[in-house]
């Protein structure tokens, strides 16, 4: 589904992503962790095309987002760009909800926005969505009427409308009490569960991230240092970097 080649990015003279490659197959649930400034949310905004890449390459179920031809990657044009990019959906840390919409059309506008339906469609289907996520008594509300866990609710409903092939989520439970992120990990297990997206999530909170994933990487320093699944990762990892990370005893300890 997702295939990262070789691929750097810079801030300033700051290395974030070092000749990373990865592949992510369909369906997967990936988790990123790692400290501030190690490359997790750099990949989800690279995939968003909200940053470019310096060298590299990637591909979306095989399809190129960059061309390479002059040795330097280059965004292809828009008109090619945007079939890959309509696969992709993006859940932000602070929700990116318009204030002056309502719930019902803040999900109802992307669909609207894109040409992937007509009005009277999409407020069908955000209505849906709105059910699905439990806020179908919340559609005609603004967003500062709603909690934050609501609010993350409405922004994934969102993201489920324009039904992405993947799903991108920074640091979803940040601002959530521990009540609303159990919510949240409901929504995401139903997702994975009646729609098989593939989903790539950045997130600190070691035991969402344990509860969601099918697959761990650790990065550091924009490579990733550990890779494997939630109950080897979280017990005995192989990266020095890791262990201390977790707040785990050396190997040669």
Same mark, same amino acid.
């Given at each position: 589904m997702i295939a990262i080649s070789d691929v750097s990015r810079a801030f300033k003279g700051t290395t974030v992503l070092d000749h990373l490659s990865l592949d992510i197959p369909a369906g997967q649930k990936v988790a990123l962790l790692g400290p501030s400034g190690s490359g997790k949310t750099t990949i989800l905004r690279i995939l968003m095309?909200?940053?470019?890449?310096?060298?590299?390459?990637?591909?979306?179920?095989?399809?190129?987002?960059?061309?390479?031809?002059?040795?330097?990657?280059h965004l292809l044009p828009e008109n090619r760009l945007r079939p890959v990019r309509s696969r992709i959906g993006m859940v932000f840390q602070h929700f990116g909800l318009f204030p002056h919409l309502s719930v019902l059309d803040n999900i109802a506008f992307p669909q609207i926005f894109n040409g992937r339906a007509r009005k009277a469609d999409a407020k069908a289907r955000a209505h849906d969505l709105l059910k699905t996520v439990g806020l179908g008594d919340k559609a005609y509300l603004l967003p500062d009427q709603l909690s934050g866990g609501q609010k993350q609710r409405v922004a994934i409903a969102r993201a489920l409308a324009l039904q992405p092939d993947i799903l991108l989520f920074d640091e979803p439970?940040?601002?959530?009490?521990?009540?609303?992120? @159990?919510?949240?990990?409901?929504?995401?297990?139903m997702i994975a569960d009646t729609t098989g997206t593939t989903m790539l999530l950045v997130t600190h909170e070691m035991?969402?991230?344990?509860?969601?994933?099918?697959?761990?990487?650790?990065?550091?320093?924009?490579?990733?240092?550990?890779?494997?699944?939630?109950?080897?990762?979280?017990?005995?990892?192989?990266?020095?970097?890791?262990?201390?990370?977790?707040?785990?005893? @050396?190997?040669?300890?």
């Open positions: 095309t909200l940053e470019t890449i310096d060298s590299g390459q990637i591909l979306i179920e095989g399809v190129p987002m960059y061309d390479t031809a002059s040795g330097t990657p439970t940040s601002a959530l009490d521990p009540q609303r992120v @159990s919510e949240v990990l409901d929504i995401f297990n035991e969402f991230a344990r509860r969601f994933a099918d697959r761990i990487l650790f990065f550091d320093h924009g490579q990733i240092v550990e890779d494997g699944p939630p109950e080897i990762v979280f017990t005995n990892p192989k990266d020095a970097r890791t262990r201390a990370f977790l707040g785990l005893p @050396s190997l040669n300890a």
